[in-house]
């Protein structure tokens, strides 16, 4: 373990003191003695150089012997008397003008009280009248480390080297440079010609040892600390850094020794304290740890960096008020602007933003123009919802330093928060310009694309340039495993959320979140046990138990959902999305009363959930309000306006109040924007009858029907299935008035014909198409329609002659000659379906569903090679189907890639929910695999979702079946 810098060696580093001077024999006066106490001071001779000066303030009391005595206070890690010194050095100073060498005093004192523009600008002062004297440039260099500008400092001090010549103490703080930026063998350099200089100098001893250990000459290090100790038994970096040695070697006794000689050095200085804290919590041992901490907070010589430090580890144990009297600490000792923040952090975690807020706002009066700071008080505001500050804040911060990445990675979230996508884009890409390796600015923008333009490719790309820039970062492996899910690339999922956990990731959150992706694989047993690790992990985790019941929920487990989402409110009351995924699960259970407060309150909460809005929107149209829907609907679309799911429940709200052509126009969009499910297509086609729309109605009608052969009605509720009445067939037959007044029309009849087709009266379909094609032999989709309906009643034969016929009359259309293959498969002549497939692909090559088709036809003549080829073109052609979906899957499986068939099943399920063929499949590849467990869960939620009655009982055997066998795996194991 490598020791925590200490004071000690950091305030070595304020350099104020000016050329050493020769001395007549006798008596010296005071200028003598602080030429002579400067001297001492830049050999590292510190006690030498605490009497010198004394001496010379019992004879003058000067501003300069002041800010030197202070300087050597901090050295000797007594900074209660370094700042009074500092105060009284500022007092004899005065205010009027001042030459070079009390500027440079001036510098150094308001440094040491916390002042750091004002020491800046009396240093850089300094440095201008006395033209670049290598005193004031070497001062200058502590300002600069202080503000976190190591470049500047790093040339100040090379300058000061150079005219000034090999000065110990400057090439000490060159080496402290070094060696805080990784440049061991630097630091030792520096060290070594600082030690020719002055072979006596304890403190470069020290770095020395640390520099060495650092690069793994433990044997060296330990001679260096060794060295220091001889020339000062008292010198407690050298004991601590000595322990370090030892822990790295596995002698915690020797190490704890040299922490106890440390002690003993100085009872009342914080630095051993710390440093045996830090061996306590690196051993496990937490309450000997925070009984050292305790003494770090109350020493009198605590420096207020180590303060800062406690308290950053109280926050990483999530123990606020701790952390709160820290920062206190640090701020009192002369840090409030970096204490502040953090102490508005803790607050906040407390709930108590608006002591939050005033922290910052108490920062920015000291630093106003600190981009840090008003980041960090904008995302406060965001979160507060107080939209105008924040932004007022940002975007000042921005202006203040429009090229600095972390700043743009700030507005542009805001930005991405409050759905202004373009300008959130424009900041990430701005931020990457001006710093190519923001690893936050690539995971930042990962997110917006993800999120605003379900760009997933591109998503990805963005955080794995995040993981490859900071691989050690689990933040960064858990959001890719986040985005692999949004992605539906759930096998990545685990794998990404694994390394997370490897790399110590927060544990209960990236559990539930593992569990949420082996759940939407259908691996029901391996997401138990890791979501049963969250909860035990962390058993008042609010998201966990969400993350739980949302699982319950999908897999229509409603009652247990409820008592699971009851615990996260428990643990926290004011989550939307738990009352979201309550409503659900208590509209699963029928209780709509429950699912509408549920739903009202989540939109009370966030008004930006997109999603409460639009499942409102379904619960509503459900309870009979079909005003409250169209406008929560309208609400869902207002937050996001390429969000599919609102446009497809509006689509079926708009269908209810008769507003036909907004109904359509509704369908079209979720179409587009990625959301099909066949009963929003049944809704269009019965508006499109309304509006005498009769071809365009059969086309959609067919499109329904491809996605989903039993699809009945434009009914979309909570449950499976629909309430008597609503189905296709009683909304086409509402107009049957309409229609009796076109029966010159042909596709009115084909319309009637197709609403009978889909409640199974196929007879008498064929009778309505058969009017049809008297009115017009040569209407293809008339045939085309009676094939479908002649089809249902196994008469094959005859429907491909009316589909041969179809062919003849639109030879140049791909979709007839689908349907024929379609046919000739049902009657195994696979062969022949091939080769109207092949033609049909000469006509539209780019067509997942002659693909598909095709995969089938391949598959049944076992040639899976080719099947798998056709799936893969098929879901390459559209990514959305999820009948393409499960024959990737079906491919995969063939060939024996079980976890690949997996996924695609999965991806079908994420596509379609109520595709009870996805859940059949994946059943049966868990079955395969000998996991019985997860296939009867599958086999139980595709028995669920299933409308078609001939299936009931073959469902409940083969859940019964799976039941049994995992039963029996567990009774043998």
């Not at 600069?144 to 000061?160: Q, T, V, Y």
């Not at 089938?856 to 098929?874: G, M, R």
Request: overall charge negative.
């Amino acid at each position: 373990m490598t020791p925590k810098p200490l004071v000690a060696l950091v305030v070595a580093l304020v350099l104020c003191a000016g050329p050493a001077h020769a001395f007549s024999s006798g008596r010296r006066d005071a200028a003598e003695e602080l030429s002579a106490a400067q001297a001492n001071y830049l050999h590292g001779e510190f006690k030498d150089a605490l009497r010198a000066v004394e001496k010379s303030l019992s004879d003058a009391r000067t501003g300069a012997a002041y800010e030197l005595r202070a300087r050597i206070w901090y050295v000797l890690n007594d900074p209660t008397r370094g700042k009074s010194d500092a105060q009284r050095a500022l007092s004899e100073l005065g205010s009027g003008k001042l030459g070079a060498a009390d500027l440079a005093a001036q510098g150094g004192a308001l440094l040491q009280l916390g002042r750091l523009d004002q020491a800046l600008a009396a240093l850089n002062d300094a440095v201008r009248v006395s033209n670049d004297a290598p005193d004031a440039l070497a001062a200058r260099a502590r300002v600069w480390i202080e503000l976190g500008k190591f470049s500047e400092a790093r040339s100040d001090l090379d300058a000061a080297l150079k005219t000034g010549g090999q000065v110990p103490l400057w090439l000490y703080a060159r080496a402290r440079l070094r060696y805080e930026s990784g440049d061991n063998d630097g630091a030792i350099a520096d060290l070594t010609d600082a030690l020719r200089a002055q072979k006596d100098f304890p403190i470069a001893y020290g770095l020395l040892g640390a520099a060495l250990a650092r690069r793994g000459d433990l044997v060296r290090a330990r001679k260096a600390y060794d060295r220091a100790l001889a020339l000062d038994a008292s010198y407690e970096f050298a004991f601590l850094g000595r322990a370090a040695l030892s822990l790295r070697e596995g002698d915690k006794a020797a190490a704890f020794k040299d922490f106890e000689e440390a002690v003993r050095a100085d009872a009342q200085d914080y630095a051993p304290y710390f440093n045996r804290a830090e061996a306590h919590w690196s051993a496990g041992e937490r309450a000997a740890a925070l009984a050292d901490d305790r003494n770090v907070l109350t020493s009198p010589k605590l420096a207020p960096q180590a303060a800062l430090a406690v308290g950053d580890r109280y926050m990483s144990l999530q123990l606020w008020n701790d952390a709160v009297a820290a920062y206190d600490r640090a701020a009192d000792l002369g840090l409030p602007v970096k204490a502040l923040p953090r102490r508005a952090k803790a607050w906040e975690a407390l709930k108590k933003p608006q002591k939050a807020l005033a922290d910052l706002d108490a920062a920015l009066k000291l630093q106003p123009d600190s981009t840090d700071l008003l980041v960090a008080r904008g995302e406060l505001e965001a979160r507060l919802k107080h939209d105008v500050e924040a932004l007022a804040d940002l975007t000042r911060a921005a202006r203040l330093a429009p090229k600095d990445a972390p700043v743009l990675v700030a507005r542009a979230s805001f930005y991405a928060s409050r759905g202004k996508s373009e300008l959130a884009q424009a900041d990430f890409d701005s931020a990457i310009e001006a710093d190519p390796d923001d690893a936050d600015a690539y995971n930042d923008r990962g997110a917006l694309r993800a999120n605003a333009y379900a760009d997933y490719d591109k998503a990805l790309a963005d955080v794995r340039k995040a993981v490859a820039l900071r691989p050690g970062d689990p933040a960064y492996r858990f959001n890719l495993g986040m985005l692999d899910v949004k992605a539906r690339q759930y096998l990545k999922a685990v794998l990404d959320f694994s390394d997370a956990l490897a790399l110590k990731g927060p544990a209960a959150r990236v559990l539930a979140a593992r569990a949420e992706a082996k759940f939407l694989l259908g691996d029901h047993l391996g997401a138990k046990l890791d979501i049963e690790a969250a909860i035990e992990n962390d058993p008042k985790s609010a998201a966990t138990y969400e993350e739980l019941g949302f699982m319950r929920l999908r897999a229509r487990q409603y009652e247990q959902a409820v008592r699971d989402l009851n615990q996260a409110l428990a643990a926290d009351g004011a989550v939307a999305s738990v009352y979201t995924k309550r409503g659900l699960a208590y509209a699963g259970l029928g209780d709509l009363k429950s699912a509408l407060s549920d739903l009202h309150r989540a939109v009370e909460l966030d008004p930006r959930a997109k999603d409460a809005w639009t499942w409102l929107c379904q619960a509503e149209r459900v309870d009979g309000d079909l005003k409250s829907s169209a406008q929560a609907c309208a609400s869902a679309a207002a937050v996001d306006s390429q969000y599919g799911p609102a446009y497809l429940q509006s689509a079926l709200t708009r269908f209810e109040l008769k507003q036909y052509a907004r109904a359509i126009e509704d369908a079209d969009a979720a179409w587009q924007l990625g959301v099909r499910r066949p009963q929003a297509l049944l809704a269009k086609a019965a508006s499109q009858v309304a509006l005498r729309q009769y071809r365009d109605a059969h086309r959609t009608f067919l499109e329904a029907l491809d996605m989903d052969p039993s699809v009945s009605s434009p009914y979309l509720g909570f449950t499976a299935g629909h309430p008597a009445g609503r189905d296709y067939l009683a909304a086409v037959i509402a107009f049957d008035a309409q229609m009796q007044q076109d029966g010159r029309e042909p596709y009115s009849y084909i319309a009637r014909g197709d609403a009978l087709q889909s409640a199974g009266q196929d007879d008498k379909a064929v009778l309505e198409y058969t009017k049809a094609l008297e009115l017009d032999g040569n209407n293809a989709d008339a045939y085309v329609g009676r094939a479908l309906a002649l089809a249902a009643q196994d008469s094959l034969e005859a429907a491909q002659t009316d589909l041969l016929r179809a062919v003849e009359l639109e030879p140049d259309a791909a979709d007839p000659r689908v349907r024929v293959a379609v046919v000739l498969t049902l009657r195994r002549a696979y062969t022949n379906a091939l080769s109207e497939l092949g033609k049909a692909l000469q006509i539209a090559p780019k067509s997942a569903e002659t693909h598909l088709r095709a995969g089938n036809a391949h598959y049944f003549l076992k040639e899976f090679d080719k099947a798998l080829e056709n799936y893969e073109l098929a879901v390459a052609e559209d990514p959305l189907d999820a009948r393409a979906q499960v024959g990737l899957g079906l491919g995969r499986l063939a060939l024996g890639r079980r976890d690949d068939a997996v996924e695609s099943f999965s991806r079908a399920i994420a596509l379609d929910p109520l595709s009870d063929r996805a859940y059949r499949n994946r059943a049966s590849t868990w079955w395969a695999e000998g996991k019985y467990g997860n296939a009867a869960a599958d086999y139980r939620t595709a028995s669920l979702v299933n409308t078609d009655p001939n299936l009931v009982d073959e469902y409940k055997r083969l859940i019964e079946a799976a039941q049994a066998k995992a039963a029996d795996g567990k009774s043998s194991s």
